[in-house]
């Protein structure tokens, strides 16, 4: 059985692996990478100043952060892996199931 190198579908959930897998759990890590990044660097350039402006931006930025993690990173990471692990038995069952009806029936 051929399985999905990102989430180890089998060959039957194909379509739905690369639409889970693929496009909203990558977008979502771009996004956070991105906001982490932003995060790290302006508390590397305010480090010296004492500006409450950009104290107040970094705190935002550090809110940001922790929302997206906390809001959509994590819960759609969790979401996709037992979604994927329920589908995976799910379709291991049934191609069981399928493959003994099959082999009754060419008796």
């Given at each position: 059985m051929h399985l999905?190198?990102?989430?180890?579908?089998?060959k039957v959930w194909s379509s739905l692996c690369s639409r889970v897998c693929s496009a909203s759990v990558q977008?979502?890590?771009a996004v956070f990478f991105g906001i982490c990044v932003?995060?790290?660097?302006?508390?590397?350039?305010?480090?010296g100043n004492d500006s409450q402006e950009q104290?107040?931006?970094?705190?935002?930025?550090?809110?940001?952060?922790?929302w997206v993690m906390a809001v959509l990173a994590f819960p759609v990471?969790?979401?996709?892996t037992v979604l994927i692990g329920i589908l995976g038995f799910l379709a291991e069952r049934l191609s069981h199931l399928y493959t003994e009806?099959?082999?009754?029936?060419?008796?």
């Open positions: 999905c190198p990102a989430c180890s579908l089998p977008v979502i890590q932003l995060t790290d660097l302006s508390s590397l350039l305010t480090k104290e107040r931006q970094l705190k935002k930025l550090i809110s940001l952060r922790d990471g969790v979401v996709s009806d099959y082999a009754e029936r060419e008796k």
